[in-house]
C-alpha cells in the first residue's frame, strides 16, 4: 500500500478486494481489484458500478467575493450557474494554456464547491482568495462514492424521492441510508450516473448499504482504472495524462491550449474576461496537435506513449488505449498532427514489437451525442 497524505476511509474495503492502493492525487486508490477490469467496465456500461474517487479534490468557496473569483479564475460565466446547478469548468494560466478542469457546484447564493482532479486550481484559488472577501476550505473528509451505469437512476429511486427529476448537472441536498448527503447527476463515465458527496464517517455505510441492496440489480464495486476504458470511448481527458506535460513538446514548453485538447466549448458564449482570456483567442488557428481517435484493426491495445505513423512520418502519439469486450473494437486516443485529425486516414500504431494498423476516427466512439448522460426519465 502506497503511503499518502490523504486517506479514505473505505481503504479497508478496498484491500479486501485486492487492492494495493496505488497513489492517485495524494490519496491511496484502488486502481485494480482481484478481477478483470474488463468486467468493471460491462458492469458500468450495461448495469451499474459504484466507485470511491474520493481522491478528487473538494474545495468550499465563501463569501461575497467568491463569485467574482471563481469567474476570473475559470472560463465559464458563473452568472449563469444557480443555486443547486454545476458546470464543467476549465482554468488557464497567463499565457492561454490548459492547467487544470473542475465542476463548478453552486451551493447557494455566496458558496460553492470546487471538485478537481491533480492540476493547480487549489493553488490558484489560494492565491486569489487573499486580501478579498472571501474563505477557501479544502475538505478532504468529504468523500465522493460515484455510482455510473443505467441502473443507477433506478437504484437510487427506492431511496431518495426525486432522483429521476434531477437534470444533468444539477445536485440535490438530501439523505441517504439515513445519512446526510449532497447527490450530484455527474461523473467520468459517459453514462447516466451520479456522485454521492458525504461525511467520511457515513461513507461505510453507503458504500456497504448499496452494494448490499443494488447486489440483485447487478450492480458492483469497480477499481478506478476501469475509467480509462470508459474515458477513452466517451473522449473524457485525464489531466496530465493527455496533456503535454506527459507528452512535451519539442521546441515548446509544457502546455496545451483549449483548441487543440478540443475544450473551446468551455469557454461561455461572449465571456472575455477571464485568466489567460487575451492569449486563448489569440491561439486560435495555432494548434500544434489536436485531440483526435483511432480505431484499429486488432484486439491489441495500443500503449500510452505509442508513436502513430502514417504516410511514412509520425504524426502523433497515443495517450491511452482500450479494447472493448462488448463491441470487440480496439479504441486510442491520440496527441495527432491537425492534418491528420480527420475522419478515415489509414494509420499504423508503432506498439513495442507490433505495428497495430488501423483510421482515425472522430470522437467520442460511444453514444456521440450524449443521449444517456443526459436522458430525461
Known amino acids: 500500500?502506497?503511503?499518502?497524505?490523504?486517506?479514505?476511509?473505505?481503504?479497508?474495503?478496498?484491500?479486501?478486494?485486492?487492492?494495493?492502493?496505488?497513489?492517485?492525487?495524494?490519496?491511496?486508490?484502488?486502481?485494480?481489484?482481484?478481477?478483470?477490469?474488463?468486467?468493471?467496465?460491462?458492469?458500468?456500461?450495461?448495469?451499474?458500478?459504484?466507485?470511491?474517487?474520493?481522491?478528487?479534490?473538494?474545495?468550499?468557496?465563501?463569501?461575497?467575493?467568491?463569485?467574482?473569483?471563481?469567474?476570473y479564475a475559470t472560463t465559464r460565466d458563473v452568472r449563469k450557474i444557480t443555486p443547486g446547478r454545476s458546470a464543467y469548468a476549465t482554468v488557464l494560466n497567463d499565457q492561454g494554456k490548459f492547467i487544470d478542469d473542475c465542476i463548478l457546484y453552486r451551493t447557494g447564493p455566496n458558496s460553492w464547491m470546487v471538485v478537481h482532479g491533480a492540476g493547480a486550481l487549489h493553488e490558484v484559488l489560494a492565491n486569489m482568495v487573499v486580501g478579498?472577501?472571501?474563505?477557501?476550505?479544502?475538505?478532504?473528509?468529504?468523500?465522493d462514492l460515484s455510482l455510473q451505469g443505467p441502473v443507477a437512476v433506478d437504484f437510487l429511486s427506492k431511496h431518495v424521492p426525486g432522483i429521476r427529476q434531477l437534470k444533468y448537472f444539477h445536485h440535490m441536498q438530501t439523505t441517504l441510508f439515513g445519512a446526510p448527503v449532497m447527490i450530484s447527476r455527474t461523473g467520468y463515465t459517459g453514462e447516466r450516473g451520479y456522485e454521492i458527496f458525504c461525511k467520511g464517517e457515513n461513507a461505510p455505510l453507503i458504500w456497504d448499504s448499496i452494494l448490499a441492496d443494488?447486489?440483485?440489480?447487478?450492480?458492483?464495486?469497480?477499481?478506478?482504472?476501469?475509467?480509462?476504458?470508459?474515458?477513452?470511448?466517451?473522449?473524457?481527458?485525464?489531466?496530465?495524462?493527455?496533456?503535454?506535460?506527459?507528452?512535451?513538446?519539442?521546441?515548446?514548453?509544457?502546455?496545451?491550449?483549449?483548441?487543440?485538447?478540443?475544450?473551446?466549448?468551455?469557454?461561455?458564449?461572449?465571456?472575455?474576461?477571464?485568466r489567460g482570456?487575451?492569449?486563448?483567442?489569440?491561439?486560435?488557428?495555432?494548434?500544434?496537435?489536436?485531440?483526435?481517435?483511432?480505431?484499429?484493426?486488432?484486439d491489441a491495445v495500443a500503449q500510452a506513449g505509442d508513436a502513430?505513423?502514417?504516410?511514412?512520418?509520425?504524426?502523433?502519439?497515443?495517450?491511452?488505449?482500450?479494447?472493448?469486450?462488448?463491441?470487440?473494437?480496439?479504441?486510442?486516443?491520440?496527441?495527432?498532427?491537425?492534418?491528420?485529425?480527420t475522419e478515415g486516414k489509414q494509420i499504423e500504431v508503432h506498439s513495442g514489437q507490433e505495428v497495430l494498423k488501423g483510421i482515425t476516427h472522430s470522437l467520442p466512439f460511444d453514444d456521440p451525442q450524449k443521449t444517456k448522460r443526459t436522458r430525461k426519465d
Open 214 to 274: 443494488g447486489k440483485e440489480m447487478g450492480i458492483v464495486p469497480t477499481c478506478f482504472t476501469a475509467l480509462d476504458l470508459l474515458r477513452v470511448e466517451s473522449c473524457l481527458l485525464f489531466y496530465p495524462y493527455d496533456n503535454s506535460e506527459i507528452y512535451p513538446f519539442d521546441e515548446y514548453p509544457a502546455g496545451d491550449t483549449l483548441w487543440e485538447l478540443g475544450l473551446d466549448f468551455t469557454v461561455s458564449p461572449k465571456k472575455t474576461n477571464f
Open 1 to 71: 500500500m502506497t503511503y499518502s497524505w490523504r486517506h479514505s476511509v473505505l481503504s479497508d474495503r478496498h484491500s479486501t478486494l485486492g487492492s494495493s492502493l496505488e497513489d492517485w492525487n495524494g490519496m491511496g486508490t484502488a486502481w485494480t481489484y482481484d478481477k478483470d477490469v474488463q468486467d468493471d467496465y460491462v458492469a458500468i456500461r450495461t448495469r451499474a458500478g459504484l466507485m470511491d474517487v474520493s481522491g478528487l479534490k473538494k474545495l468550499h468557496l465563501v463569501g461575497p467575493h467568491a463569485s467574482g473569483i471563481l469567474d
Open 132 to 143: 478579498r472577501n472571501a474563505s477557501l476550505l479544502f475538505d478532504d473528509d468529504l468523500h
Open 277 to 298: 482570456a487575451a492569449a486563448h483567442f489569440a491561439l486560435k488557428g495555432h494548434e500544434r496537435i489536436k485531440i483526435y481517435g483511432l480505431l484499429l484493426d486488432t
Open 308 to 341: 502513430v505513423y502514417a504516410q511514412g512520418q509520425k504524426i502523433g502519439v497515443v495517450t491511452c488505449g482500450m479494447f472493448s469486450s462488448l463491441t470487440g473494437k480496439s479504441m486510442a486516443l491520440a496527441r495527432l498532427l491537425p492534418s491528420f485529425a
